[in-house]
């Protein structure tokens, strides 16, 4: 199928496991190159090998770390020296934790911040300007359903992807005029690497109710992104969670958050 992405270079961070490598599976079908960034140097390179020639599809592979001090700049200079024209940036690379906030430790919460919200926010920065004088693609920023509210014994993680929303939100009105896209996807619980790196178990509880493949996530959200959509949200139930917080007063949305956590045993 040929869309918005055929042809054009695309920047997935994360792209070793989970959502970002399966962006880059379909991007890769849909007849679009793909510039697969992440720690895990030899994962992507075999993801490379695998997408790459099929169709004429171009894959290349750049290792970073976006936990690291100047991590995310170092990386944006590297792809520069790539010298590849990106047209879409898939920010997606990131990881949350679970447990009682003053349990947790306090380095593993500031990396958190750092590669959720900060290298996004440089990753971002550096594109958006370039992307907004061609007048052309766009970002997707990885956010959560955890997003719209907040989440105790995860809640240094909902808060960034709080940010995530809101920065995108803002940042796709601003760029409306100039044709540029940016889509804030929020998936709710979805098996992929995000669990054990959590330290949370399979995905149990009220949350299964949620729960579908990293493949139709994906997938829908490539098609809200050519849609020109701002937000994708996947899944019916996911759905209505998102609606219903926008009617509960948030104390009592912490309230609600904080049972269903200890119910599905994060706690
Ligand atoms: N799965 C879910 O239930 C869910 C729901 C909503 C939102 N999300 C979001 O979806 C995004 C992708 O997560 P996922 O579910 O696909 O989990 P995943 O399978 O664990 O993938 C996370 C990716 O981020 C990369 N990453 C982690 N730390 C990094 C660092 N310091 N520097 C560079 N890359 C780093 C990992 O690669 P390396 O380890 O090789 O660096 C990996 O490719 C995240 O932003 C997550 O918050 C997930």
Redesign the pocket.
């Known amino acids: 199928m040929a869309d918005l992405m055929t042809g054009k270079w695309t920047l997935i961070?994360?792209?070793?496991?989970?959502?970002?490598?399966e962006f880059a599976r379909q991007i890769a079908a849909r007849g679009g190159h793909v510039l697969l960034?992440?720690?895990?140097l030899d994962?992507l390179e075999a993801l490379a090998r695998e997408l790459g020639g099929r169709g004429g599809v171009q894959a290349r592979a750049l290792r970073?770390?976006?936990?690291?001090e100047g991590?995310a700049a170092a990386l944006v200079r590297a792809v520069d020296a790539t010298g590849l024209a990106i047209t879409h940036v898939i920010n997606?690379?990131?990881?949350?934790s679970a447990g009682p906030f003053n349990d947790l430790p306090a380095e593993r919460e500031a990396?958190m911040v750092r590669?959720?919200c900060e290298?996004l926010t440089v990753i971002s920065r550096h594109f958006l300007p370039q992307l907004c004088a061609r007048g052309e693609g766009g970002i997707i920023h990885?956010?959560?359903?955890?997003s719209f509210q907040p989440t105790p014994y995860m809640a240094t993680?909902a808060a960034t992807?709080a940010f995530v929303l809101s920065l995108s939100l803002a940042l796709a009105e601003e760029s409306r005029r100039s044709g540029v896209k940016v889509m804030a996807l929020?998936?709710?619980?979805?098996?992929?690497?995000?669990?054990s790196?959590a330290g949370i178990g399979a995905i149990a509880g009220p949350m299964k109710m949620a729960a579908i493949t990293?493949a139709e996530t994906v997938s829908r959200a490539l098609d809200a992104y050519a849609a020109g959509h701002e937000i994708c949200v996947p899944g019916a139930v996911n759905k209505a969670i998102t609606l219903g917080t926008s009617l509960l007063p948030r104390t009592l949305l912490a309230r609600v958050a904080g049972s269903v956590m200890r119910l599905g045993g994060r706690r």
Do not use: H, I, W
């Open positions: 961070t994360g792209a070793s496991s989970g959502f970002g490598e960034t992440a720690r895990s994962k970073g770390d976006l936990a690291a991590g997606n690379a990131g990881f949350g990396e590669v959720n290298a990885l956010a959560s359903v955890a993680y992807k929020c998936p709710g619980p979805v098996a992929t690497g995000f669990q790196a990293s």
